[in-house]
């Protein structure tokens, strides 16, 4: 494997220019009083509650999130060129979903294979010429990127339904704030602190005709037990919204309402953190008791906006995302700025046979995996699990995709021997409203933890840190 992109260290014993100020910092500062803030982080991490369910462990149901006190540095243009690339390719998103669900043009161009999109399981046939206000069906979109050298930044997946993890970048940065207050005067930090503004500002923009002058807006929550039920009462909390649960909802006239001490009162915006599966038993399952029956009739009336829209699944598809390059292209007429990750389509013989040939070496994922759950790394498995696997592909090759193992850069952390590199990937949050699209300068930056590993998913034992744009 390549030798991983160290965005502190230049070969030969520099400092990349965003990192010197943090060196000479660390210099002065004892390891012992770096010790104490990062227990004192775990402390108040604890005292506000952030816990993730890790789901699959009898022993621990809620845990710690392990929070890196010591900063991602990215320089002001390194941002511009990210940002950049990220309204880009959430445009190309948002126009291949409304696409799909009308004229299909990227079909018939041939430029996608149809049975990619009508076989697939996310794929909604019920929103088949559904309008959705102003054509956004991504209003929250989280791009997780990987860095592998100075200049490229190469997306890993788009997350187009439910991304998670934007309650952490505020609390992170949050701690930061309150915990190195001397580390932030040095450095002119871009803020995070607008993005729940941001993101109400957004699905205000995108209620229905028939909304009143204030447009109400409400988050629909799977409820207690969901692994990203800290986040959900944390957003609808910095919003000023009401949390809701589906039994709290009702559908009349085709227009939705949710029960107050006053009464009913209308919703015009729903920011839905329940799948497409649960959101009504009368359309999708009938066996959700999550959801709220009658919802999509509203929706399909047009009284009620969805954030994200129903069926945005199929753009987070990780076979979907091996063509997102062409994708970019076909509407947009640009070359994608942010590259993809090189992908075997395991669908396909040629790229099947070239993958059970190569299982050693490479990273096979789920098309409809997440959270690094049901994929296998290559270079890190034992035999038996590669024939295991091997055997699974043989079953099932429309199931899977397979790319390189790739060398994701690395960052200084905090470890039990004092500070040593470990690889990190960023999720930043694209904001789609009907005028504009806005992304916060910064994002969920996930560090894996043990050494070597490249896994940075909280549920797989990886940490978070605080991401740091400077204003230039």
Avoid at 55 to 81: C, H, N, Q
Avoid at 156 to 184: K, Q
Avoid at 357 to 377: A, P, Q, R, T, W
Avoid at 439 to 456: D, H, Y
Wanted: aromatic letters at 8%; proline letters at 7%.
């Amino acid at each position: 494997m390549a030798v991983a992109f160290d965005e502190m260290n230049i070969p030969g014993g520099d400092l990349r220019p965003a990192y010197q100020e943090l060196a000479r910092w660390l210099k002065e500062t004892p390891p012992e009083a770096l010790e104490y803030r990062r227990q004192e982080a775990e402390l108040l991490f604890r005292r506000i509650g952030i816990t993730f369910a890790v789901y699959g462990e009898a022993e621990s149901t809620e845990r710690l999130i392990p929070f890196d006190v010591i900063p991602r540095i990215m320089s002001g243009k390194e941002w511009a060129l990210l940002e950049k690339g990220l309204k880009q390719r959430v445009r190309a998103l948002n126009m291949f979903l409304r696409d799909i669900y009308h004229g299909r043009d990227i079909l018939r161009a041939e430029v996608v294979p149809d049975d990619l999109i009508f076989q697939n399981p996310v794929f909604r046939p019920e929103m088949n010429g559904q309008q959705v206000p102003h054509d956004v069906y991504v209003h929250i979109a989280g791009i997780d990127i990987v860095r592998v050298d100075a200049n490229d930044f190469i997306v890993l997946e788009d997350n187009a339904r439910t991304p998670s993890g934007v309650s952490y970048m505020l609390e992170n940065r949050e701690i930061m704030m309150r915990l190195f207050p001397d580390l932030f005067a040095r450095h002119r930090v871009a803020p995070v602190e607008r993005y729940p503004d941001e993101l109400l500002a957004a699905l205000r923009s995108v209620a229905p005709q028939s909304a009143s002058g204030e447009p109400t807006v409400a988050l629909l929550t799977p409820g207690v037990y969901n692994s990203a039920y800290y986040e959900h009462s944390f957003l609808a909390d910095k919003l000023g919204i009401e949390l809701v649960e589906g039994r709290d909802l009702i559908v009349k006239n085709n227009e939705v309402f949710m029960r107050t001490t006053e009464g009913l009162k209308r919703v015009d915006v729903i920011y839905r953190r329940v799948d497409d599966d649960f959101l009504d038993p009368l359309t999708f399952r009938p066996d959700s008791v999550l959801g709220v029956p009658g919802l999509m009739s509203a929706y399909a009336a047009g009284n009620i906006t969805l954030a994200n829209a129903v069926g945005t699944g199929i753009a987070d598809d990780k076979a979907i995302y091996s063509y997102m390059p062409d994708i970019v292209k076909f509407y947009l007429g640009e070359e994608p700025i942010l590259k993809n990750v090189p992908t075997w389509r395991c669908r396909e013989p040629k790229d099947l046979a070239y993958v059970l040939d190569n299982l050693n070496d490479l990273v096979v994922k789920e098309v409809h995996g997440s959270g690094g759950y049901g994929m296998l790394i290559g270079p890190a498995a034992t035999k038996a699990t590669i024939e295991a696997f091997r055997e699974k592909l043989k079953r099932e090759p429309e199931g899977f995709i397979a790319q390189p193992t790739l060398a994701l850069s690395t960052c200084p952390t905090c470890t039990a021997s004092g500070l040593a590199p470990r690889h990190v990937d960023l999720r930043p949050f694209v904001l789609t409203g009907s005028r504009r699209t806005t992304i916060v300068p910064g994002g969920l930056t996930r560090v894996a933890l043990k050494e070597g590993s490249l896994v940075v998913n909280s549920s797989q034992g990886g940490g978070t840190k605080d991401t740091w744009i400077l204003d230039e």
